[in-house]
């Protein structure tokens, strides 16, 4: 096949049809502990089609994913002039092929995406518990686990009655030093 010169390709321009389809997902994360104590998270969304006016909440991903292929299909027979069946059915043969593709891959993709929300989640409580123990260690307040926290407040109990007596302390000072005066 030779390669196209200028005119062949703004020709080819020409007769080419392009359509967009744009989605706008929303993803909502719940977390709650159940009866038991045991931690509990549900995701839900909505996604809307933002050249046409159809939306749908779910809270199953599939659910999106069966809303965003039913908006394409859509999409493309209404692009086929005078919808003939045989193009009809060419084209959105042509046009599943993506849908096989990203199919086959959604969902360890939303594994991963998940796997990492978790891991950025447990960091960043790693990190708050290393600046609490940071904190009570500038304070020299005993700690020997995350799960001692009768002695944390026990000692932070201790530390609120040492400075309730250090204020009455000042305030016999101050009354003792504006007398004087």
């Known amino acids: 096949m030779a390669p196209m010169n200028a005119k062949e390709i703004y020709e080819q321009a020409l007769n ?30 909505h996604i809307n089609h933002v050249q046409g006016e159809a939306e749908k909440t779910f809270t199953d991903f599939a659910d999106a994913l069966a809303f965003i292929q039913d908006q394409l299909t859509e999409l493309t027979l209404n692009a086929i002039p005078g919808g003939a069946p045989m193009e009809q059915e060419k084209v959105l043969k042509e046009s599943f092929k993506l849908w096989e593709q990203f199919a086959s891959s959604y969902s360890s993709m939303m594994f991963e ?17 290393q600046a609490v123990g940071q904190a009570l260690k500038g304070w020299q307040a005993p700690i020997s686990s995350a799960g001692d926290a009768s002695e944390l407040i026990d000692t932070l109990k201790s530390m609120q009655e040492q400075l309730e007596q250090l204020t009455k302390k ?9 007398t004087k005066k």
């Not at 392009?18 to 009866?35: G, I, K, P, Y």
């Not at 000042?170 to 504006?178: M, R, T, Y």
């Open 113 to 129: 995406a998940m796997e990492k929300s978790i891991q950025q989640s447990q960091a960043i409580r790693e990190q708050m518990d």
């Open 16 to 45: 080419t049809q392009r359509s967009v389809a744009s989605f706008m997902l929303r993803l909502t994360q719940d977390l709650w502990q159940d009866e038991n104590g045991e931690p509990r998270v549900q995701w839900r969304g």
């Open 170 to 178: 000042v305030e016999k000072l101050e009354k003792a030093a504006s």
